[in-house]
């Protein structure tokens, strides 16, 4: 069973474009949710992260937003660059009970020029 | 600091023949897991370690598949026999517990292809 579920499999955004990715979950608990960036032949790494305390975290040019009653969540990325074409991944886990992360399947996303 | 570390990169290998994924964690760092990446399943997590003792290895797909980790700045993931099926990218991530909550750290990865 899917804990996480990530929209869409994949995307196509034009240079200077927004790229929106989403996320949904189920389990109330979940207290933490990271998204974390992947380029061909390297590992995932943390891009950036949200408690459901906010509504919104901002680094750059990446953005969270957080939708505690729907439980979603979603990754903005505004001024999309070629370099930004990677795998993205959303993630969420339960603070407290052992940092075991709970996996969307993950969107690739194409920047093109 | 140097990052989580695993090797090897690459792997290729004959169906049957037993192999061993290395990681060395960040140091310092308390948590270990492992995961499997493929197309069809995405990021899976096999086997996890909290201070060197496996947590929950309820991923861990089938008896030929093994995790240790004798101390605390090594692990390995062992698969014996190895099946074509096995063909994926493993990863090896740690992380620390902390306030809060704390990311996860990974590897590049091991690329196995099982002929």
């Known amino acids: 069973q899917q804990q996480v579920k990530q929209s869409p499999q994949s995307l196509i955004v034009q240079k200077g474009g927004i790229s929106i990715i989403n996320c949904a979950y189920e389990n109330t608990a979940f207290d933490y949710f990271p998204w974390y960036q992947q380029f061909p032949g390297k590992g995932p790494a943390l891009l950036i992260a949200i408690r459901p305390d906010v509504s919104e975290k901002k680094e750059g040019r990446f953005t969270i937003s957080f939708n505690k009653s729907a439980k979603q969540f979603s990754l903005h990325i505004m001024d999309s660059q070629p370099g930004d074409s990677a795998t993205y991944f959303c993630a969420a886990s339960i603070i407290g009970t052992g940092n075991q992360f709970y996996f969307g399947t993950g969107t690739s996303l194409t920047v093109i020029p | 600091d140097a990052g989580v570390i695993q090797s090897p990169r690459h792997e290729v290998t004959e169906m049957g023949q037993e192999v061993t994924l290395r990681c060395k964690p960040i140091?310092?760092?308390?948590?270990l897991f492992w995961y499997r990446q493929t197309m069809m399943r995405g990021l899976e997590l096999l086997i996890y370690f909290n201070n060197n003792v496996p947590i929950d290895d309820s991923g861990m797909p089938e008896d030929r598949f093994s995790a240790k980790m004798p101390n605390a700045s090594f692990s390995t993931l062992k698969i014996q026999p190895s099946e074509p099926r096995d063909s994926a990218v493993y990863f090896c991530a740690s992380g620390l517990r902390g306030v809060g909550n704390q990311p996860q750290h990974f590897g590049d990865g091991t690329r196995l292809s099982i002929l």
């Open positions: 140091s310092g760092h308390d948590y």
